[in-house]
């Protein structure tokens, strides 16, 4: 911690003569800023001295008089000489460029002086002071401990930003530059401490470089009373505590080692992806050999096929013919049989006076049959009309014997 506060930037202002001015506004001091210093003014009393001696010796020569008088009257001018130009360049001020000097007159400071040669012909009037008005002041603020959102104090946060004294008089009659490092740093630790409070503590690595232009804001607001504008800042670095780095260490490595074996588990998926695609195109160049052989021995079997079925074709052009031949032998022999029976025919229609007759008589023998299997009428006589009801049951139960005897008499 002594180390870290050793870093920490100093404003002060220093009490200088006009010859450190510029040394101790470029190069501070011991470390420090310091962008004020109060010249040490006793040179307008330098030029009092001769003039006194000049008037000693002015009056010595009215009362010597002679030659002792004239030399001491030369003495005197020559002193008088001496005390105006002494007076003359006690009068003399250089202001730095890049610098301004606060005018006072009895003590009330009363303006500026810009850069430039300045010639402050009256006592009363005196440059309170030299500030440094144009060169963009660095500062650093290390803010330790500061919590964060979880309430972990961080173990340090590094602000830098640079400032420039844009109203010396505000800046110089206000505060002054030992009081102004006091007030800087106690606005700089309360920005840091509100922006740490908002953040996660595994996320505080991400205020390095983040944006600071609302803290800029508001520490702008909070210096313009005292002439101060802030020009840019920055958070350049940030320490987590110790046990949390420890812990913050271990899950980056095991990050790590995650993403090494998800870079060595994409490897091997790669590999065997590519060996996969290896036997996926030798298995499709086996195929193509498969598919040709099959090819060869499907056109094979079309020849085969297509031999053999010429081959039956030729061979059922030959039954066909055998069959046609046999027909036509068969249609032939047929032709001579029908020819046979024609004459045969012929030979019978000859005889067909003698068919006639036979025809005949065989039709007469029919008629003969049948006319004595034809049925015969029975009148039954009853002479008187008895029609009782014995009558009609005797003449039921004799009805099928006679008809009976008729077709035995006729058979």
Do not use: C
Not at 377 to 405: F, W
């Amino acid at each position: 911690m002594s180390d870290t506060r050793r870093e920490f930037s100093r404003i002060r202002e220093a009490v200088a003569t006009w010859n450190r001015i510029r040394q101790l506004l470029r190069s501070g001091e011991e470390g420090q800023l310091v962008p004020v210093v109060i010249p040490k003014d006793r040179r307008r009393a330098r030029w009092l001295f001769p003039l006194a001696i000049s008037l000693y010796l002015l009056g010595m020569a009215v009362f010597s008089g002679g030659i002792f008088g004239a030399l001491m009257l030369l003495l005197a001018f020559l002193m008088f000489i001496a005390a105006g130009i002494s007076f003359f360049l006690n009068a003399i001020v250089e202001i730095e460029q890049g610098t301004t000097g606060i005018l006072s007159h009895w003590g009330q400071i009363v303006g500026t002086l810009p850069p430039g040669r300045h010639y402050l012909w009256w006592p009363w009037e005196k440059v309170e002071a030299v500030v440094d008005t144009s060169t963009e002041i660095p500062y650093t603020a290390p803010v330790m401990a500061a919590p964060t959102r979880e309430n972990v104090p961080l173990k340090s946060i590094e602000f830098f930003l640079k400032f420039r004294i844009e109203d010396p008089i505000a800046f110089f009659r206000r505060l002054g530059a030992s009081n102004f490092d006091l007030v800087l740093s106690s606005a700089v630790q309360d920005a840091i401490r509100q922006r740490a409070r908002r953040v996660e503590t595994e996320r505080a690595y991400d205020l390095r470089g983040s944006d600071v232009g609302d803290m800029q804001e508001l520490l702008n607001r909070q210096l313009a009373r005292y002439g101060v504008r802030i020009t840019g800042a920055n958070i350049p670095d940030v320490q987590l505590p110790d046990q949390y780095q420890q812990h913050l260490a271990t899950r980056e490595r095991v990050a790590k080692e995650l993403q090494a074996y998800e870079r060595e588990w994409e490897l091997i998926k790669k590999q065997r992806i590519d060996s996969l695609l290896l036997e996926i195109e030798r298995a499709k160049k086996v195929r193509d050999a498969k598919l040709v052989e099959v090819r060869e021995a499907i056109n094979k079997a079309r020849e085969n096929v297509a031999r053999m079925l010429q081959e039956k074709e030729t061979e059922a052009q030959r039954i066909r013919w055998e069959i046609e031949a046999r027909g036509r032998a068969t249609l032939r022999q047929a032709e001579n049989e029908a020819r046979g029976l024609e004459y045969l025919g012929r030979a019978y229609q000859d005889n067909r006076a003698v068919l006639q007759y036979e025809l005949a008589r065989r039709r007469l023998q029919v008629a003969e049959t049948l006319m004595k299997r034809a049925p015969r009428p029975i009148v039954i006589k009853s002479d008187g009309g008895d029609t009782s009801a014995l009558t009609t049951l005797l003449t039921a139960r004799l009805l099928p014997t006679l008809t009976g005897n008729s077709h035995e008499a006729t058979q």
